[in-house]
């Protein structure tokens, strides 16, 4: 078919349809050579998804909330050098990634394209294995970042009622209470997300000066000698090396999710195109802030001991103290992060929603026509948001129980993540090593691309290791990192599903393509004669 043809039908048949609901010409192109149907509304534009990519990272909040692993773990040199380090390789996933997403953006993200890049005997039973992972990590991911918002509101009634008793069913109802707001929220508010998420990028700008403007000012300073030089090998990791890399754990929870908005792409003008420079500048403008903040927490710590037991259970708390000597003031402080924390949240849940959503739409999961419901009326998959809110409050439960046991299984998050980031990008790296060709997009590695994508694989690799490794050397049973048994246990029960129903319901996203709308037409519409 002629590509002017196509595009004349794209344009004026029955694809003519409102840009908020229905996207461009060329999301329409990217949805229809996909094979999917838009069901979804398009309310998003570049500002509004980079908002939400930014808020969803949350680079410099995590980085304060993360901290006593890494000052436990390498201590304050460590923690620098060990982030500098996260940030290229983050930097190498994301752009990988963004040139996947360029050519295929669709809610499914990783999964889906394991199953356009993976060798074809191998494509349907990697993708689902990638699905369930990007599931349950982004599931995971939503209980865990709730959490940390209801934990810092017990952290400042700790330093505001100094008589008050921490108790952990405590941090569970506020982070019920954090999780209902986010539900709340991604269901009878959703058509107002990508305004909050434009309007709390403001606050994420404006709040990071407004904390770190008061601690250049007014707290104490260590030497900068100690600060660069100052390791810490963990209390008995016997090498200084092998402690910062336990500690990477920190700089990998602040600058993971880079792929959160290839999960919100069918909601996205012009997706194709503006997804990627989303993407990267997200990891760029978030790293960067990032890292500043990072270097100011070091600087301003004072007696690492007196700041790692505090009794509010996080040390930026302290360190705001010290550094205002008032609690008003640490107070305020705090409540910035506390307000990112919770919107936070809601940007987990939505992703969440979205990525169980397109794997529902695949068939991957039990119930798929329940999860894969988009109510007429609403434009958002209304189940997938309900099931998430319920997870994530589920999950919270554990750490009535044991709040080690809580974090691992939302730590778990991480490995999926990492899982899925691995073999998509392995996928593409090994076309590039076939020299297979690559679809058309608005954003190519070119001759770099090997390059960037092996840089990519090996940092991955490396974080996915040490992930695994217990938080403290020589613990005891209830002290080891049981994560790698509940990854397992995951892949296996998706397993279980796998062979006696889903590989006979499950084909693979690469099985909806549609051969009649091939790269020269793509190419034709997005790069003109």
């Known amino acids: 078919m002629d590509p002017s043809v196509l595009k004349s039908e794209v344009e004026g048949g029955r694809h003519a349809r409102s840009i908020e609901k229905y996207g461009t010409p060329s999301d329409t192109l990217d949805m229809e050579r996909m094979g999917k149907q838009q069901t979804l509304r398009r309310n998003f534009s570049f500002f509004s998804i980079f908002g939400f990519s930014i808020i969803l990272m949350s680079t410099w909040e995590a980085q304060l909330g993360v901290g006593t692993f890494g000052l436990l773990n390498g201590g304050t040199?460590?923690?620098?050098?060990?982030?500098?380090?996260?940030?290229?390789?983050?930097?190498?996933?994301?752009?990988s990634m963004a040139e996947m997403a360029s050519m295929a953006p669709t809610a499914g993200g990783q999964y889906h394209w394991v199953s356009e890049f993976a060798p074809a005997r191998a494509q349907k039973f990697l993708s689902y294995l990638i699905g369930w992972l990007c599931v349950l990590g982004w599931q995971a991911g939503t209980g865990s970042a709730c959490f940390l918002a209801g934990t810092e509101i017990q952290g400042l009634l700790v330093l505001n009622r100094p008589d008050y008793v921490y108790q952990r069913w405590h941090g569970t109802l506020l982070t019920m209470a954090v999780i209902g707001f986010c539900g709340v929220f991604n269901t009878f508010l959703a058509k107002r997300l990508p305004l909050v998420e434009s309007l709390i990028?403001?606050?994420?700008?404006?709040?990071?000066?407004?904390?770190?403007?008061?601690?250049?000012?007014?707290?104490?300073?260590?030497?900068?000698?100690?600060?660069?030089?100052?390791?810490?090998?963990?209390?008995?990791?016997?090498?200084?090396?092998?402690?910062c890399l336990v500690g990477i754990l920190a700089p990998v929870v602040s600058l993971l999710g880079s792929d959160a908005a290839t999960h919100m792409s069918e909601e996205l003008k012009n997706a194709s195109k503006t997804l990627p420079r989303a993407m990267i500048s997200t990891v760029a403008f978030n790293g960067a802030l990032g890292f500043v903040m990072l270097i100011t927490f070091c600087f301003c710590l004072g007696d690492v001991g007196s700041i790692l037991s505090t009794p509010t259970g996080y040390p930026f708390i302290q360190v705001f103290y010290n550094a205002t000597l008032s609690t008003g003031g640490a107070t305020a402080m705090?409540?910035?992060?506390?307000?990112?924390?919770?919107?936070?949240?809601?940007?987990?849940?939505?992703?969440?929603?979205?990525?169980?959503?397109?794997?529902?739409?695949?068939?991957?999961?039990?119930?798929?026509?329940?999860?894969?419901?988009?109510?007429?009326?609403?434009?958002?998959?209304l189940n997938a948001v309900i099931t998430t809110t319920a997870i994530a409050s589920a999950l919270s439960v554990i750490n009535i129980g044991s709040t080690i046991a809580f974090n691992q299984i939302t730590s778990l998050g991480l490995c999926a993540l990492l899982s899925s980031y691995l073999v998509s990008i392995s996928c593409i790296a090994l076309k590039r090593i076939r020299k297979e060709p690559l679809l058309t997009s608005y954003f190519s590695l070119g001759r770099f691309g090997l390059v960037i994508n092996v840089t990519a694989i090996l940092f991955v690799l490396l974080a996915y290791i040490m992930i695994f490794f217990p938080p403290t050397p020589h613990p005891i049973p209830s002290g080891m990192n049981w994560s790698v048994v509940i990854y397992l246990g995951v892949l296996s029960i998706s397993l279980l599903y796998y062979f006696p129903k889903g590989k006979h319901v499950y084909v693979g996203p690469v099985k909806y393509v549609n051969k009649n709308i091939g790269r020269m037409v793509i190419k034709a519409e997005r790069m003109g004669p």
């Open 201 to 243: 990028l403001i606050l994420h700008i404006s709040g990071f000066f407004a904390i770190i403007i008061p601690l250049w000012v007014l707290a104490p300073r260590s030497e900068g000698s100690a600060v660069f030089t100052q390791f810490n090998d963990g209390g008995g990791w016997g090498s200084t090396g092998l402690a």
């Open 77 to 95: 040199a460590g923690m620098i050098y060990v982030y500098i380090g996260s940030w290229v390789g983050f930097a190498a996933i994301t752009i």
């Open 334 to 381: 705090t409540s910035i992060l506390i307000v990112l924390a919770t919107v936070g949240g809601m940007t987990n849940m939505a992703t969440a929603s979205r990525q169980l959503f397109a794997f529902a739409r695949d068939q991957g999961v039990p119930f798929s026509g329940f999860f894969s419901s988009v109510p007429a009326g609403w434009g958002i998959p």
